[in-house]
């Protein structure tokens, strides 16, 4: 629910509005938004250098909320109800859950099933440590549409 409240009070946010690094880190986590179109309300976000949505196609919340909405949720597919790539937000870091066996709230360290790099990149951004995901094991980048999605694997 507090993506969807963030989602739209950034719709009409006017850049500038807040100091520059108000928050060390945004975490966009199991973002129940519509994928279409985020990346023009993301990019807005000029209050924080920290950016991370989370995404994990295996989540049966964000499943069912897809159905009901009609639309792909942000933490769920970066594509529309076609299966079409949406356009990601240059100014965020997207991380992909989706292989590693874990369902809506695997920012809780008993939602991790044991998975170390959750669990180490959890600490370090509940934490307002930024996380470099090019050097971060058990993560792996891949192309995306207008970003990179990093994509973390059980060990």
Do not use: C
């Not at 792909?72 to 299966?83: D, S």
């Amino acid at each position: 629910m507090g993506n969807i409240v963030f989602a739209r009070m950034m719709e009409s946010y006017q850049q500038q509005s807040f100091e520059k690094n108000l928050f060390d880190t945004v975490i966009l986590n199991s973002a129940d938004a519509d994928a279409k179109d985020h990346d023009q309300w993301v990019k807005k976000i000029d209050f924080s250098d920290s950016i991370y949505i989370t995404v994990n196609k295996n989540d049966n919340i964000l499943g069912l909320s897809a159905k009901r909405q009609r639309e792909k949720r942000l933490g769920q597919k970066l594509e529309t109800m076609f299966g079409k790539d949406i356009l990601l937000a240059n100014n965020a870091n997207y991380v992909d859950f989706s292989k590693i066996d874990v369902n809506h709230r695997y920012f809780l360290k008993g939602g991790q099933d044991g998975n170390p790099h959750l669990e180490k990149f959890y600490e370090a951004i509940l934490n307002g440590n930024p996380v470099n995901l090019e050097h971060f094991t058990g993560a792996k980048a891949k192309a995306g549409n207008g970003n990179k999605i990093y994509v973390f694997e059980n060990e």
